[in-house]
């Protein structure tokens, strides 16, 4: 009999990092079948894929797509950049377990620290749930595009468990409040969470200003919640660490990494938080990755995370500009969208004239549409780099880019991971996790979920940092191992059919663009790329040129003990 899809004739990189070897790839229901010499005369469908790379569908650690979901069936744009699973839930916020009184304050708490506003999180999502198992339910009954699981948040068990006292600093639960919080995550655990999440930072807060529950949370009361994963034998502890603050950073970095440590140590289980480098902090990321290299020499089983390349605040006329500081350009914000760029056009000297330039603009760089989104910072991109090969004032290239772009100009200003070869140092570290794209979360301000597409570009096509077999695998197995996701991750017989046909040649990541897709008309970044001629999920062609093609064969991944 013949086979459902026969992918025939690419050079298939199979997620473990082994050479790539030219090959046909078979697909029957929603795994792979044969990776080999395959008959393709019966096949139901036949992909060419001669001069083409075929890997395993992408998986994306790091997301905050947990309101999308409801709304957004796709879960763009990470389905863009060949991604087929995703884990929601990070940094101790999420929308289960939630008292039915309790769904504004988890709406705006997630508005408050990750930018999605909270409106269209109270109006796009149903809300048909209590415990986080109800929650993985309601997803299970959600079409879905692509694979998604999640964590349990610390966030919603404190205030479950606590009230408002589980916002106030200095306040532990007492020991029936941690009784219901270790129930909870044991509930979540059976129900199928991927692991538990949790935000120590001091640039995480709820709308009144003070730090989201769990910030101080003792150890003790982290060690009780990790114990209850190492019960279950599995699980994930991901953590947005408090290594910020005044003074020097050694000692936060000492502080989270001891109790990681102890708590890795104890239970077994894996955990991993966040590192970035900023031109602030100097070389914190380094101490945090020798801290737990150190770590896990003595039993632990800690792995950092980061993305590939500078985070970064996006200006353009629908979000802001680099000019606002000027009454001019801040009377653009009341103008309707649809009729900036126009308005640009006909004040065109008056802005140029009146603009007040601030000091920094070196630090901003241009992603022109025609050339693509980079995100190398390169001297020649900044925006005063682009004004004087012009000829002209950065406001004057400013506005002259907006008019022949048709708006579509966008700028860039990096305030994290800032200096690339400081990224370089933390991808070089094997023990460091591809992760940190936040996809989801902040969309009026910065869009990483296409950091796939970015480091294949950046890394493996252009400054040849890692093999393309070692590209595909630290975004594949190596982050489905990490989060316990079976059968994802790898292409070979019997793993599930997440596959992506790609053309490494004329991969291209366009600039992003803002559009108005949320519920409630609110706006958002979307970035797509060019050069995935298909994305498979379970077996079925999801998208073809970047196109859906009407298939939703996307799944809840839910712990394999579950």
């Known amino acids: 009999m013949g086979h459902d899809i026969v992918i025939r004739g690419g050079t298939v990189v199979d997620g473990t990092g082994a050479p790539g070897a030219r090959a046909d790839v078979a697909i029957d229901g929603d795994r792979v079948s044969e990776v080999g010499t395959v008959d393709s005369t019966d096949a139901g469908r036949v992909i ?218 104890e239970t077994g289980r894996p955990v991993t938080f966040s590192v970035t480098q900023t031109r602030d902090q100097g070389t914190h990321y380094r101490h945090a990755l020798e801290q737990a290299n150190a770590a896990n020499g003595r039993g632990a089983r800690i792995r950092p995370q980061t993305t590939p390349r500078g985070i970064g605040v996006l200006f353009s006329l629908d979000t802001m500009t680099p000019f606002d500081g000027t009454p001019e350009w801040q009377a653009l914000k009341r103008v309707p969208p649809e009729r900036r760029l126009d308005t640009v056009k006909e004040r065109r000297d008056e802005l140029i004239a009146v603009t007040h330039e601030p000091g920094m603009l070196a630090r901003f760089f241009v992603l022109d549409p025609d050339n693509g989104a980079r995100y190398d910072c390169r001297p020649e991109d900044s925006l005063p780099a682009v004004a004087r090969a012009r000829g002209v004032s950065p406001v004057q290239a400013y506005v002259d880019l907006l008019i022949e772009t048709d708006g579509g100009v966008i700028v860039s200003w990096p305030i994290l991971n800032q200096d690339l070869v400081a990224v370089g140092e933390m991808l070089d570290d094997r023990n460091v996790l591809m992760g940190l794209g936040d996809a989801g979360a902040h969309v009026g301000q910065i869009l990483d979920a296409s950091q796939p597409t970015s480091f294949l570009l950046h890394w493996v096509r252009e400054h040849e940092r890692f093999s393309f077999e070692e590209g595909i695998r630290r975004l594949t197995s190596d982050t489905a191992q990490f989060a316990g996701i079976v059968d994802r991750g790898v292409l070979r017989p019997g793993a599930f059919a997440d596959v992506n046909v790609l053309d490494f040649e004329h991969l291209f990541l366009e600039v992003p663009e803002y559009v108005y897709d949320f519920p409630g008309g609110a706006g958002r970044y979307v970035q797509r790329a060019r050069g995935y001629d298909a994305t498979i999920v379970n077996g079925e062609v999801f998208l073809e040129s970047g196109e859906h093609t009407g298939a939703f064969a996307g799944r809840v991944l839910r712990g394999a003990a579950a």
């Not at 894929?49 to 998986?59: E, I, L, S």
């Open 48 to 265: 060419e894929a001669d001069g083409r790379y075929v890997t395993p569908g992408f998986v994306d650690l790091h997301t905050h797509l947990d309101a999308q979901v409801g709304w957004d069936s796709l879960l763009t744009s990470s389905c863009w950049h060949g991604v087929t699973s995703i884990v929601m839930g990070n940094c101790g916020v999420t929308f289960a377990p939630v008292r039915p009184d309790d769904h504004d304050f988890l709406a705006e708490m997630m508005e408050s620290v990750e930018d999605i506003p909270s409106s269209s999180i109270v109006d796009g999502l149903p809300w048909d749930w209590e415990t986080y198992g109800d929650y993985l339910d309601s997803l299970d009954r959600l079409p879905k595009g692509i694979n998604l699981g999640g964590m349990v948040g610390h966030c919603a068990l404190r205030y479950y468990a606590m009230g408002e006292r589980s916002v106030d600093e200095g306040e532990d639960p007492s020991d029936e409040q941690l009784r219901v919080i270790t129930e909870l995550v044991d509930e979540a655990m059976r129900a199928g969470a991927l692991g538990f999440s949790s935000s120590r930072s001091g640039r995480h807060y709820v709308p009144d200003g003070r730090a989201v529950p769990g910030t101080f949370a003792r150890s003790a009361e982290l060690a009780a919640i990790a114990r209850v994963l190492g019960r279950h034998g599995r699980g994930m502890i991901e953590c947005a660490p408090r290594f910020d603050g005044d003074g020097p950073s050694e000692p936060r970095v000492d502080a989270e990494l001891e109790w990681m440590e102890e708590v890795s140590r």
